[in-house]
């Protein structure tokens, strides 16, 4: 093992609340320990899964789109405790999306030994809309999840 952790962001900084994480990285930038990367995927995340092979840390912040939930709900899932829930990407402004992402890599055993996922339930992912009230709130909750889990 390398120790290598990396932070890394989906979504598309000019679609709404696609683009909490995109904030999300703004905000842990000047805040994570030196140790720690920060990488952004914008489009397709199948480029994700070299990065999730490198890693023995990885966190994974997106946007989720469901209609049970409201918008700004923050959902936390461990990758190695199973598969994660289809209906929270049913839809991906980036084409192949970060559940098919992770399901791939577990099934070509690319996933690290440490590997998380916060999903924010977005609210609009209109093009040239900014980012929801509930999600900006959501993406600072996030920041200070993902610090206290790589500094606790």
Not at 28 to 47: F, G, K, M
Not at 103 to 117: F, G, H, K, Q
Request: aromatic content about 4%; glycine content about 8%.
């Amino acid at each position: 093992m390398t120790g290598r952790r990396v932070v890394i962001t989906v979504g598309n900084p000019d679609r709404g609340d696609d683009a909490v994480g995109r904030v999300v990285s703004e905000q842990l930038r000047s805040r994570l320990p030196d140790d720690v990367e920060i990488l952004q995927c914008d489009s397709d995340v199948t480029a994700l899964l070299e990065r999730l092979e490198e890693a023995d840390a990885v966190f994974l912040i997106d946007a989720a789109a469901t209609v049970e939930t409201q918008p700004g709900t923050i959902h936390r899932f461990d990758a190695l405790d199973g598969p994660l829930p289809g209906s929270l990407f049913p839809l991906s402004t980036h084409g192949f999306g970060l559940s098919d992402a992770v399901e791939l890599a577990r099934a070509m055993n690319y996933l690290p030994p440490a590997c998380v996922i916060y999903a924010v339930e977005g609210a609009t992912f209109e093009t040239g809309r900014p980012l929801s009230q509930a999600v900006a709130v959501a993406a600072r909750e996030v920041t200070e999840q993902i610090l206290a889990e790589l500094t606790g």
